[in-house]
């Protein structure tokens, strides 16, 4: 039979048709390997009966003994209460949803088995809910001999069922070679690893010795072999498209340093070491006829846009054109304003291009780009529409990486006439070594590690709301001395509309008990040149104070601005927190930023404002971060896809990595053929990364 599990359809078993297989569909099973690879959430041991009298509360146990009395009981709500006695103690079996027919089962005198969980309830012991069998002296002491699994489920899926769906796919593998096992025998001995059928088979029906407790934490050996492989799985995707975009022809750009050295004279300040160590690192790849692949990391404020104009003006002045895309409007309106106000002394044409642009601005903009007049060009994921055609696109730089999904990352290649361009990635969410190691392995990686000199770190307060008046005065004191401060409204509603209305009411609110401050609204729904005009006008000093959602995060500078509120920190991750702090302690003045929590806090809530408190790091946040919340938050709601692992772990599976690479050189020297069948079986949606 071969690999061949992942081609049989679920519906070749016994009893799915197509109502089961949609509702199998929903939880993502769709043939028989989805079903081996659909692991327990965690088991129950129904080998044992318990005696009444040893049971403990919250534990699911298995019972059995006579009912001693079954009467419907008037509560709040009516329900069957029938007592079960088994000589060591009674308890009472709770229901209140009940057929006549079960009640006419549950009588007097009747021995029945059941399995559930203890409470105390109204009348002492109680199980609500048991499921129970009513049996006769013939039945043996237990029909089980392993720990019963508990699946994820779904609506309308009951784990019996899914149970004999297991059970019947793990039949299926009783077939020598049906899950072939791709690790080389040399590998799993070198690391003790189970065999993967051995692996699938215990933690479908582990024995009952089972360490129940390392399995709900995902550490057994038997979970962590497949964690293991489905971590190298990715992993050897990714050192795919690496190999396929190095083995495309790149143009060679090298550092002529004209334009270069004439753009630095004119800055007002100079490179920090950092930066132009990583400035080197990119002119390096640059010069070279293999596309560069580089992730640039570099927390809020140390500097990353200079060093990727620095990048732009290489490709320039080869006569190339240099892409420069940004997630936001507003971010990238900011990078327009930047890039033509340091390359219009330069000589050199810079486009715009956003979804706003429309109309004649559009043409004329796109014309810009074809013609190949404009040298460099500035916009959103626009960028990628199939009516913007590059003259000669050498170097395309993607901001705040994490905000974008690979596949948008990968098609801007596919704008290269003849060549791929080569890729420079900014992200100022510090990625974590372990997350980098993973979701980005298929980058090298440049680190600006130094601020640049005169920044004094932000203080952070933590504040409960209960004080907001005495805030409120701050800011007033603040404003009144000059400077500027932003209000951020977080709000837990997913609708947009009400976080802005939120944020309109808030704005209001300040502007009644501060008349004399002049208070300006930034949110998500404004028109994009509205939004421009704001944030124009504080910067200009205009505003005071300008209330904000969260739209501000990423990218805006004014440097006068030292004084930033955030309304319900707890609300955000520790990533963005850092990110809209990164918007005050730009200039040289102390800057200070309020953290006003909504108590009581939770612990972690409570750890989550400390860190924050007691450190300016990125790095140091953002490893915090991936501990308290885990990889999807780091990185993002939309990178998530990439890294929804079906096993695997990245906090708690840090350790495999460096085995995970090892394994994937050994692999992809000794064993070439196996890579496909690891990728394919674990990234089933095709090479998704790559065809991206
Ligand atoms: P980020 O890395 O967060 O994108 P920016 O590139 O926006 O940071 O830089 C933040 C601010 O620091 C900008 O106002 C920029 O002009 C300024 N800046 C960048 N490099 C230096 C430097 N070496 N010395 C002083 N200021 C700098
Ligand atoms: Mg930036």
């Not at 994490?402 to 596949?407: E, K, L, N, Q």
Request: aromatic letters at 6%.
């Amino acid at each position: 039979m071969g690999d061949r599990l992942h081609e049989i359809p679920v519906t070749r078993l016994k009893g799915v048709g197509a109502a089961l297989a949609s509702k199998l569909t929903r939880i993502g099973i769709q043939n028989l390997q989805d079903l081996l690879f659909h692991l327990p959430l965690r088991y129950q041991d129904r080998t044992k009966i318990i005696r009444i009298g040893d049971i403990r509360l919250g534990v699911e146990s298995m019972i059995q003994g006579t009912i001693s009395s079954a009467e419907i009981a008037d509560g709040r709500r009516r329900s069957l209460l029938c007592r079960v006695q088994d000589g060591a103690g009674i308890i009472s079996l709770r229901f209140y949803r009940f057929s006549s027919e079960q009640r006419n089962t549950m009588k007097v005198g009747v021995q029945v088995r059941c399995f559930g969980e203890p409470r105390q309830g109204a009348s002492g012991l109680e199980m609500y809910h048991p499921e129970w069998q009513t049996i006769s002296e013939k039945h043996a002491p237990s029909d089980e001999n392993t720990l019963t699994p508990i699946y994820p489920s779904t609506e309308g899926l009951t784990q019996q069922r899914l149970r004999t769906l297991c059970s019947q796919a793990l039949g299926f593998m009783n077939h020598p070679d049906a899950l072939q096992e791709w690790l080389p025998a040399s590998l799993l001995s070198a690391d003790h690893q189970w065999s993967l059928t051995e692996a699938i088979r215990y933690l479908h029906n582990p024995p009952t010795d089972a360490n129940v407790r390392v399995m709900l934490e995902g550490r057994h050996p038997a979970q962590q072999r497949l964690a293991f492989e489905e971590l190298l799985a990715h992993h050897l995707s990714l050192q795919k498209i690496r190999l396929r975009i190095r083995r495309q022809h790149g143009h060679p750009m090298p550092a002529r340093q004209k334009l270069m050295t004439q753009f630095l004279e004119l800055l007002p300040f100079t490179l920090t070491d950092a930066q132009q160590r990583v400035a080197r690192e990119i002119s390096d790849d640059l010069s070279q006829s293999v596309p560069m692949l580089r992730l640039l990391q570099g927390d809020v404020g140390s500097g990353k846009t200079v060093v990727a104009a620095l990048a732009a003006l290489q490709a320039v002045e080869n006569d190339f054109q240099a892409a420069l895309m940004a997630p936001t409007e507003i971010l990238a309106e900011q990078h327009y304003n930047n890039f033509t106000q340091w390359f219009k002394p330069l000589g050199i044409t810079v486009a715009w291009l956003t979804g706003k642009t429309k109309g004649k601005k559009r043409e004329q903009q796109l014309e810009l780009i074809s013609s190949g007049e404009a040298a460099v060009i500035i916009g959103t994921h626009a960028l990628f529409q199939d009516d913007v055609i590059f003259n000669r696109l050498g170097l395309v730089i993607i901001d705040e990486q994490h905000r974008f999904g690979v596949h948008q990352r990968l098609a801007l290649k596919e704008k290269g006439q003849g060549a791929t361009p080569h890729q420079l990635i900014m992200t100022a969410t510090p990625i974590p070594r372990t997350l980098a190691m993973s979701v980005y392995s298929d980058l090298d990686c440049s680190v600006i590690d130094e601020l640049p000199l005169g920044r004094t770190p932000v203080n952070t307060i933590v504040i409960s709301d209960d004080r907001r008046d005495q805030i409120i005065e701050r800011v007033r004191n603040a404003c009144l001395e000059g400077r500027q401060a932003y209000w951020v409204c977080t709000l837990i509603e997913k609708s947009e509309v009400l976080q802005c209305q939120a944020a309109e009411v808030t704005a209001e609110q300040l502007q009644e008990w501060l008349p004399e401050i002049s208070i300006g609204l930034i949110h998500g729904r404004m028109k994009s040149v509205d939004k421009v005009a704001v944030i124009q006008a504080f910067k200009e000093g205009h505003l005071h104070l300008l209330v904000a959602t969260t739209v501000i995060e990423v990218g805006v500078d004014v440097p006068n601005a030292s004084l930033m509120i955030i309304e319900n920190p707890e609300r955000l991750g520790l990533a963005q927190l850092h990110q809209l702090r990164g918007r005050v302690g730009r200039g040289t003045v102390a800057s200070h930023c309020v953290l006003m929590y909504h108590g009581p806090l939770s612990l972690k809530g409570r750890e989550r404002l400390q860190v924050m408190r007691d450190s300016t790091d990125g790095f140091i946040i953002a490893e915090k971060d991936l501990e308290l919340r885990g990889p999807g938050e780091v990185l993002g709601t939309r990178q998530t896809g990439m890294i929804d692992f079906r096993i695997a772990d990245l906090g708690r599976d840090e350790a495999l990595l460096s085995t995970v690479k090892d394994a994937a050189s050994q692999l992809m020297s000794e064993e070439p053929d196996s890579i496909e069948p690891i990728i394919r079986r674990w990234l089933p949606q095709g090479d998704h990364y790559a065809e991206a």
